[in-house]
């Protein structure tokens, strides 16, 4: 079993700033089984949505509404993969939950708890 940890939102003014980490943790073995880890949100009243994601290769993928402005990273030796928000809008203000899957064309095996971020106008 693998656990993911989100942390890093908060408030922020547009225009702003944000980096939010994801540590996994648990079975090591489950840890070296994940292929891909990605950055999901939700904001109130609409769906969850993909927001950026990394294989284990390191190819990315990003929504169009944050391309130019939001950066997924990892660091494998923490276990750790970041997703530095940049010009941040009010629109993305949202949950933002870090999920990760063993099989690169499936569903995601594992979420985190979820953290928030704001963005005024």
């Known amino acids: 079993q693998v656990q993911l940890v989100e942390s890093g939102g908060g408030l922020v003014q547009a225009g702003g700033s944000l980096r939010l980490s994801c540590a996994a943790s648990?079975?090591?073995?489950?840890?070296?089984?994940?292929?891909?880890m990605g950055w999901y949100r939700q904001a109130p009243g609409k769906q969850r949505e993909l927001v950026a994601a990394i294989t284990s290769g390191g190819s990315t993928n990003y929504a169009d509404s944050v391309k130019g402005r939001f950066t997924i990273s990892r660091d494998n030796a923490k276990n750790t993969v970041y997703l530095k928000m940049n010009s941040l809008k009010p629109e993305d203000t949202a949950v933002y939950y870090c999920?990760?899957?063993?099989?690169?064309?499936?569903?995601?095996?594992?979420w985190g708890q979820g953290t928030q971020v704001t963005v005024s106008s």
């Open positions: 999920a990760a899957k063993k099989v690169l064309f499936a569903s995601y095996d594992y």
């Open positions: 648990g079975n090591i073995f489950s840890i070296n089984n994940i292929n891909a």
